[in-house]
T-cell receptor, first 116, second 112 residues
Framework: GDSVTQMEGPVTLSEEAFLTINCTYT??????LFWYVQYPGEGLQLLLK?????DKGSNKGFEATYRKETTSFHLEKGSVQVSDSAVYFC???????????????FGRGTSLIVHP | DTAVSQTPKYLVTQMGNDKSIKCEQN?????MYWYKQDSKKFLKIMFS???????INETVPNRFSPKSPDKAHLNLHINSLELGDSAVYFC???????????FGAGTRLSVL
């Protein structure tokens, strides 16, 4: 079955540091890849996505590139802020046969703590 | 306006009780989901409905029963609550042929 593996946290950084959160996946099909962010006390929200190989998703200074050859989708940001402190989830969505719905698979989440 | 809304936000109850969580989305999406998030933030899909039809039913105790009266609503009823049911439950929706998920704010269930 499909799976997503992301680095364990917490990741602790100082403000303006460079961030990388690793994510690798296994999938039977050709999935779409996502990063979601969960701020304290809230639900998950989409941060960025990529739907095919070599696509780069970007949003709010975060980037991730769909690497089919290494089955990876690592999240990066050049300069983190205290407000980026949250839990980050890597996810994939693979096509389900009936109804055109997509089955989502999430990683275990990586907590990011940014200190001033 | 909240796109995916869940009620209640907090639910504290005793073991053995029956409780329901409601979810409504105003995005016009055809597909809705229920997830369980444990204390370590692990997110596990429980159910998914597409146009009121059950399409994903993961290994979940049959004490959990989803009900979708129409495609904008997906409620979760839990019978005979157990300590291990304590978690945050998230409702989400997505377009039937798209795949971005839109999550509600969650319901924190505490079973005492």
């Amino acid at each position: 079955g499909d799976s997503v593996t992301q680095m364990e946290g917490p990741v602790t950084l100082s403000e303006e540091a460079f961030l990388t959160i690793n994510c690798t996946y296994t999938a039977t099909g050709y999935p779409s890849l996502f990063w979601y962010v969960q701020y304290p006390g809230e639900g998950l929200q989409l941060l960025l996505k990529a739907t095919k190989a070599d696509d780069k998703g970007s949003n709010k200074g975060f980037e991730a590139t769909y690497r089919k050859e290494t089955t990876s989708f690592h999240l990066e940001k050049g300069s983190v802020q205290v407000s980026d402190s949250a839990v980050y989830f890597c996810a994939l969505s693979d096509r389900e046969a009936s109804g055109g719905s997509y089955i989502p698979t999430f990683g275990r989440g990586t907590s990011l703590i940014v200190h001033p | 306006d909240t796109a995916v809304s869940q009620t209640p936000k907090y639910l504290v109850t005793q073991m053995g009780n029956d409780k329901s969580i409601k979810c409504e989305q105003n995005l016009g999406h055809d597909t809705m989901y229920w997830y369980k998030q444990d204390s370590k933030k692990f997110l596990k899909i429980m159910f998914s409905y597409n146009n009121k039809e059950l399409i994903i039913n993961e290994t979940v105790p049959n004490r959990f029963s989803p009900k979708s009266p129409d495609k904008a609503h997906l409620n979760l009823h839990i019978n005979s609550l157990e300590l291990g049911d304590s978690a945050v439950y998230f409702c989400a929706s997505s377009p039937s042929r798209g795949n971005i998920q839109y999550f509600g704010a969650g319901t924190r269930l505490s079973v005492l």
